[in-house]
């Protein structure tokens, strides 16, 4: 169990919470001119890191908004949280 | 309101806290973001949206509830005719935002269910189910919130001292009222 500090909310509790996989992976701007290799790296392939990741997560049983995180899988230690349409921060 | 059927046939009591079912009560969702969206609702409600978090506004006849940076409920304070769905407000609001693509209003009358809830233990009721942190919560006349309770989202609003309003969805409010009446024999 962790907490989360929701950009709209405030602090709530993990189970309020959805995640979303990896955050800032951009659609191709021309999908037809992809191989079948290149849109399932697209569509299927992410970094599953041991370590800091950025994250999409949403606030399923709150406010329902969307917005990024920066999260160390091997710990659950929230670096930053930041809304959708931000940069993310440089590490 | 359409015809429903009451969900609790009777008040739950147990260890000075009692639950009770308030209906017919107008509840109507609205959505938007524009400037103009704000101003119009401000005229229609004659009131001013909160725009903080986990806050609530009132008038003598209308309650309105933050739930999202783009999203509010509105519900009446008192009772509504029961043998109607046609409220005069949600048509107002109607025509001056959804019909001009300023945002959208919805009306959820009959989707969720208005529990009154009263006494002392409210909140011991509360953290018997809930993962949020109700300590400043408890203390803030007309601070709301959208959470779960046991594991049935719900949002809460607390309209006074030993007062709390909670919405449920219909469908789920037979089952959160069992275990409300479970749970509150156990306090
Ligand atoms: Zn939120």
């Known amino acids: 169990m962790f907490v989360i500090n929701c950009p709209y909310c405030g602090e709530r509790d ?25 849109w399932a790296e697209y569509l299927f392939m992410r970094k599953n890191i041991k370590g800091v990741q950025f994250e999409r997560w949403n606030h399923a049983h709150g406010c329902r908004k969307w917005f990024n995180m920066v999260r160390d899988t091997s710990n ?10 931000e940069k993310p921060p440089l590490e | 309101m359409l015809n ?9 009591n147990h260890n000075g806290l009692s639950i009770k079912e308030i209906s ?28 903080e978090a986990n806050t609530s506004s009132s008038s003598d006849k209308l309650t309105s509830i933050w739930l999202s940076p783009d999203e509010w409920m509105i519900f009446s304070n008192e009772g509504v005719q029961k ?6 407000l949600e048509e107002k609001l109607y025509n001056s935002i959804s019909k001009t ?29 809930s993962p949020f942190n109700f300590n400043e919560f408890k203390d803030k006349k007309g601070s709301t919130t959208q959470t779960l309770l046991n594991n049935i989202d719900v949002i809460i609003h607390h309209k006074d001292q030993n007062l709390v309003n909670l919405f449920v969805r219909r469908s789920f409010s037979e089952h959160l009222c069992s275990w409300i009446n479970d749970s509150a024999s156990r306090l």
């Open chain 1, 14 to 38: 993990q189970q309020e919470f959805k995640a979303g996989g990896e955050a800032h992976i951009e659609r191709p701007k021309q999908p037809t001119e992809l191989s079948d290799d290149e």
């Open chain 1, 76 to 85: 659950d230690e929230i670096k930053l949280v930041y809304k959708m349409g």
């Open chain 2, 4 to 12: 429903y059927n009451s969900i609790l046939k009777d008040e739950i």
């Open chain 2, 24 to 51: 017919p009560i107008m509840k109507l969702n609205l959505r938007g973001k524009k400037r103009e969206f704000f101003t119009s609702v401000g005229k229609n409600l004659n009131m001013i949206l909160p725009t």
């Open chain 2, 83 to 88: 043998d109607s769905n046609i409220y005069e």
């Open chain 2, 101 to 129: 693509n300023l945002g959208a209003v919805t009306d959820v009358t009959d989707q969720l269910v208005l529990l009154e809830l009263k006494g002392e233990n409210i909140f011991e009721l509360f953290a018997s189910g």
